[in-house]
């Protein structure tokens, strides 16, 4: 039975790659982690608050939907985002996107959600590049999601960075 992991992104460049690439990432310190992830289960993407550098206007938000497209593997050429080494990562096929700025407001359905068992200190569970959720926790986000989703190649391009 696939698993839903919220992947976790906390950098403009790192998203844009992640979106048009639609490959996934994760740091050497996160591979044990990382291989929890296989082939077939689905993504759920999230962008942090600090993501696009500004915490003030942006909120974390859940903006995309995908499916593991390959096995977490060791990549050839690690992949370097500022000061961070990415040595493990897959490929993803992305389903559909939020248009920019907008997806769900995670914070808003931390009560409902029993990943979190201590709605308070949420965000402290999103210290890590993955966060793999129960069907329930998965089912009321995507169920949030799914309305807001464009096609793909209708949204990417927002995305995009630098512009």
Not at 24 to 34: D, E, K, L, T, V
Not at 42 to 58: G, K
Not at 153 to 159: H, I, K, L, P
Request: glycine share 6%; proline share 7%.
């Amino acid at each position: 039975m696939p698993t839903t992991h919220l992947v976790i992104i906390s950098d403009r460049a790192a998203l844009s790659w992640v979106l048009t690439e639609q490959r996934m990432a994760f740091p050497s310190g996160r591979a044990r982690a990382a291989q929890a992830i296989a082939e077939g289960d689905e993504v759920l993407l999230y962008s942090t608050r600090l993501c696009f550098r500004n915490p003030t206007r942006d909120m974390g938000r859940v903006i995309g939907l995908a499916t593991v497209a390959s096995p977490v593997r060791t990549v050839a050429d690690p992949i370097v985002f500022g000061e961070r080494t990415f040595t493990e990562g897959c490929e993803l096929t992305i389903h559909g996107l939020a248009p920019f700025r907008e997806g769900v407001v995670l914070r808003d359905h931390v009560s409902r959600l029993t990943v979190f068992p201590e709605p308070k200190h949420w965000s402290v569970r999103m210290r890590r590049a993955s966060l793999s959720l129960p069907a329930a926790d998965a089912d009321v986000l995507r169920g949030e999601l799914r309305p807001l989703l464009k096609p793909y190649a209708d949204v990417v391009e927002a995305y995009r960075w630098p512009r």
